[in-house]
């Protein structure tokens, strides 16, 4: 977890206040551009700033890691179609209102939908397990406009000037909103209680997470959301916004409710199905994510969690 901001040092605070600003202004000029050219110039815009961060290599050393699982992709396909997706979805995320209607036209398909429509005449909660794939913000927006409503659980971005107003822009895709942590899961336990609808996204490095395998390789990954869904009864349902060629629509696909069983089996059924779609999607999975740390033992990972380094 990113450290809380009473804890960052002087200049902590003076480096994130200027990247903010920056950021900022990069995001505003970025408003004055008609939307339909705005989200493209966005994808190219990060995908020429990845470079001289090198996230470049960051998706050839997870590709390589995988191999040869993907042994035919390209590294530079790649990493320049995950960074295009990233700069469309930050334009997107805070577009607002030509966003929205962009979702709301979105199609929906799978079982999911039935599964989730079954859930809510039952009263049961209903957990939507997502990734960082497309652009997960328009899932939410997508089914929000269909009247249901629901809250998201999301990690604090490490920059707090930038995290204040990025929190703020996705909370018009919907309410409530938790930030991870014990607050937050204490909130979303209360959600999920009054039989609410909830969006979490799964395939981040969980520290204290149990091994599960993602391309043929073990990743630490937090069976939380299974926990949830055995614990107060919620339909488990996996959910993706799949953009599309045009680069600025999305297909909403909701996968087959994830049977109860144990924390663990259901945790390898989510990741199994997150990495179906990729295999069918691979520009849309954020590969730049440190997706297959070390495994970190439950006492360690404690104490690391106190760490303002995540």
């Known amino acids: 977890m990113p450290a809380d901001p009473s804890e ?6 003076v480096k994130y206040f200027g990247s903010n600003l920056f950021l900022r202004g990069l ?3 970025a408003g004055l551009i008609p ?3 705005r989200v493209p110039m966005m994808g190219r815009l990060v995908t020429a700033m990845g470079r001289l961060a090198r996230f470049d290599k960051r998706v050839r050393d997870n590709l390589n890691l995988v191999s040869p699982e993907l042994s035919d992709l390209d590294p530079a396909d790649l990493y320049r179609d995950v960074s295009d997706n990233a700069g469309r979805m930050i334009a ?22 039935i599964a989730l429509e079954t859930a809510r005449a039952d009263g049961r909660p209903v957990l939507l397990a997502t990734a960082h ?3 997960y913000d328009a899932a ?3 089914l929000v406009a269909r009247g249901h409503e629901m809250g998201a659980l999301y990690r604090r971005m490490a920059n707090p000037y930038f995290n204040e107003h990025y929190v703020d822009a996705i909370k018009k895709n919907g309410e409530p909103m938790f930030e991870q942590g014990k607050r937050g899961m204490v909130e979303l336990v209360r959600h999920l209680k009054k039989g609410g609808i909830a969006a979490i996204v799964t395939d981040l490095h969980a520290q204290g997470g149990q091994l599960v395998d993602f391309f043929g390789k073990p990743a630490v990954t937090s069976t939380v959301p299974a926990e949830l869904a055995l614990k107060f009864g919620a339909a488990l349902i996996p959910v993706y916004a ?9 297909e909403i696909v909701m996968n087959a409710e994830v049977p109860p069983s144990d924390p663990l089996t259901m945790t390898k059924a989510l990741s199994a199905d997150l990495e179906a779609i990729v295999r069918e999607h691979t ?3 954020f590969w730049i994510h440190r997706r297959w740390k070390p495994y970190v033992p439950v006492g360690k990972a404690a104490r690391q969690s106190d760490s303002p380094v995540d």
């Open 242 to 250: 799949v953009r599309q060629e045009n680069g600025l629509d999305f």
């Open 92 to 113: 997107e995320i805070y577009a607002g209102k030509p966003f929205h209607e962009r979702a709301k036209s979105a199609p929906i398909t799978g079982p999911g939908l």
């Open 27 to 29: 995001l505003l000029g």
């Open 140 to 142: 939410r927006a997508a």
């Open 133 to 135: 794939f497309g652009n």
């Open 8 to 13: 960052l040092s002087t200049w902590s605070h």
């Open 35 to 37: 939307y339909r050219l």
């Open 283 to 285: 520009g849309q999975w």
